[in-house]
């Protein structure tokens, strides 16, 4: 995922060569360093003011780089309580700029810099400290996520209640009124793999409050729970208050930010997403992130249509020809129906190259994707219609060659290879880095591993190291990588560990307070020339949590300019040395403050 455009594209560079011309040595190394220096403090103008730091007459490249960024000392203002919900690539007030085609308006579209937030973002009138894991997989504070629509229109349905000050989660759901533990059971009658560590990660499309992911975490299996940003409905916004994995997306014209052949097991519980139109180009897009051997669920309309086309205000030649049809499709990408019992219905994708070898005829549809984009593009990249074939050259991905779970955290995964610099050696030692890390992290900030901590992000990870040392700990791990460095997030999914593409320049894909802990690996030191470090800490104190944490491991040069910024934004933080005690690198572990708006009705 290096250098992409927005279409998933590599950036192309103009050639920077001149022509040769005679110059002296000394030429050459003089202007090479004035290049250095001004690679160092030349920021664009839409950057913090930088004052330079009052040095001797006389000092050493080592001297300038050691010496710390400086900024002025800034101050934010309280946005309004109507900002207290603002998903600032997903903003309903924007929705009206974009197109209603296919729910386009729906994915991200994020603000220009001219329109960035420079406020921080309240709480809702009476918030309270969330509910701890476990019991808050059952029940979570009314006035943390103060929307009673779901409620009232799915009463019905048994997916929530709100009883005095709580809503409660039954784990109903529309397909499955016995409860989410009885729908679950028959899926793993279905799959054996649920119950065995074959299958460990899964991908829930329109996900509802998120009790199908929810349940499966009591089974091993970690769960991606997708759902768009509704102006009503909040659905990922109660996941993750829950403590269930979720990020805002949907399915529409774009990838959705994960890997090719990724995922073990993708659901869909009557998500109302039209798989038989368009090609069944969303089909397609289910099929490229599963791996092979993967499984696809799916219960509601045309499942078992002969017995329930009566609720679905349709007729039962529509429903059948509906069937048909998503099974003519689903048989063009190489996938085979696995099993079908009353309303759920899996089907496994192939993991037979001669199927995929098909595809390349002309006059077959979809055809074998073959126009050069990467299978692995996903951040920004137009769906296509055409089939990702896995790769030839890795027989070792599929869901029956990968160890089973937890055998498989720890084990080098065929993809690192086509990782750059990625081998065995490599991931052993980051293995072994963060064993140390993880252990010193724990020292300094004691709450890591208690029911404290529930939600986790990793927000530039390689390998998933920090997650892997966690898995243990009672949370789980959103392993964020780069959509512009080295695409590492095939390896994490393979590890069985979950994550997402990104990109920080922008804001992320969730709701305003729903992460306990944010962690960063020298995120600045990589990205402080394309991504202005004012907006990413603004964003971090969107969502994190008020009382939650920030573990900043970062360079020494960046830490006073980071502290600054972090008092402004009401964080209490404390500078530490890093497991080896190294002046270059530092540890800034940070508390968000619980704060009111000025407006609220809150007692202090």
């Known amino acids: 995922m290096k250098n992409k455009d927005r279409d998933g594209k590599p950036l192309i560079h103009p050639d920077k060569t001149s022509r040769m011309v005679p110059m002296t040595l000394m030429f050459l190394v003089l202007c090479g360093f004035s290049f250095y220096l001004g690679g160092i403090f030349c920021h664009n103008k839409d950057k913090l003011v930088i004052e330079e730091v009052e040095r001797p007459a006389k000092t050493s490249p080592k001297d300038v780089i050691a010496s710390p960024l400086q900024i002025k000392p800034v101050s934010f203002p309280e946005c309004g309580s109507d900002y207290q919900d603002y998903t600032p690539c997903t903003d309903p007030r924007r929705w009206r700029k974009y197109s209603l085609h296919r729910l386009s308006f729906f994915e991200r579209h994020c603000p220009p810099i001219f329109e960035r937030k420079e406020c921080l973002v309240p709480p809702p009138d009476g918030y309270k400290s969330p509910i701890k894991w476990p019991k808050s997989k059952d029940e979570c504070w009314y006035r943390n996520v103060p929307y009673n629509w779901i409620n009232k229109q799915k009463s019905n349905q048994n997916w929530l209640r709100k009883q005095g000050e709580k809503f409660f989660f039954p784990g109903g759901g529309t397909m499955f009124p016995r409860g989410v533990s009885a729908y679950v059971d028959l899926m793993t009658d279905l799959i054996p793999g649920m119950k065995d560590g074959t299958v460990r990660t899964a991908l829930d499309t329109g996900c509802g409050v998120a009790s199908w992911g929810g349940d499966l975490l009591d089974r091993g299996i970690l769960t991606v729970s997708l759902a768009p940003r509704d102006n009503h409905e909040a659905q ?70 002969q017995n329930r086309w009566r609720g679905w205000n349709t007729t039962v030649e529509e429903q059948k020809s509906d069937y048909d049809k998503l099974q003519d499709y689903l ?44 299978p692995d593009a996903a951040w920004y990249t137009p769906l296509r219609p055409c ?218």
């Open 387 to 604: 089939v990702v074939a896995p790769e030839a050259k890795y027989t070792k991905s599929g869901l029956d060659s990968l160890p089973k779970w937890p055998e498989r955290l720890n084990a080098a995964p065929e993809r690192l290879s086509g990782v750059h610099g990625g081998s065995s050696s490599a991931f052993k030692h980051d293995e072994s880095k963060w064993k140390v890390r993880v252990k010193h992290y724990k020292k300094l900030l004691p709450a890591l591993g208690t029911d404290k901590i529930r939600n986790v992000m990793d927000m530039n990870t390689v390998y998933g190291g920090f997650a892997a040392e966690l898995v243990e700990d009672p949370l789980w791990v959103m392993n964020v990588v780069s959509s512009y460095s080295e695409n590492t997030l095939v390896v994490v999914f393979d590890r069985g560990l979950i994550g997402t593409y990104h990109d920080w320049c922008e804001a992320f894909s969730t709701y305003p307070r729903t992460y306990d802990l944010l962690h960063l690996d020298s995120l600045f030191s990589a990205e402080s020339q394309r991504c202005d470090m004012k907006y990413v800490l603004l964003e971090m104190d969107r969502i994190v949590r008020p009382g939650g944490y920030v573990i900043i491991r970062e360079s020494s040069y960046f830490l006073d300019a980071i502290s600054t910024i972090a008092k402004a934004m009401k964080w209490s933080c404390k500078q530490e040395d890093t497991e080896y005690a190294v002046e270059n690198e530092k540890v800034l572990i940070c508390q968000k403050k619980l704060w009111y708006s000025s407006s609220s009705k809150s007692l202090r």
């Open 331 to 374: 048989s063009s990408m190489c996938f085979k129906l696995y099993k079908q019992k009353g309303d759920i219905a899996v089907w496994q994708k192939s993991t037979n190259p001669k199927c995929y070898d098909k595809l390349a005829s002309p006059d077959v549809y979809p055809p074998k994707c073959d126009d050069g984009t990467e």
């Open 236 to 305: 990922v916004q109660f996941a993750l208050e829950r403590g269930i994995p979720a990020i805002l997306g949907i399915i529409s014209t774009q990838r959705l930010p994960f890997p090719s052949n990724s995922f073990d097991m993708a659901h869909c519980s009557r998500c109302l997403i039209p798989w038989t139109e368009f090609g069944g180009l969303y089909l397609l897009e289910i099929h490229r992130m599963l791996r092979p051997g993967g499984f696809w669920v799916l219960s509601g309309p045309p499942v078992n249509y």
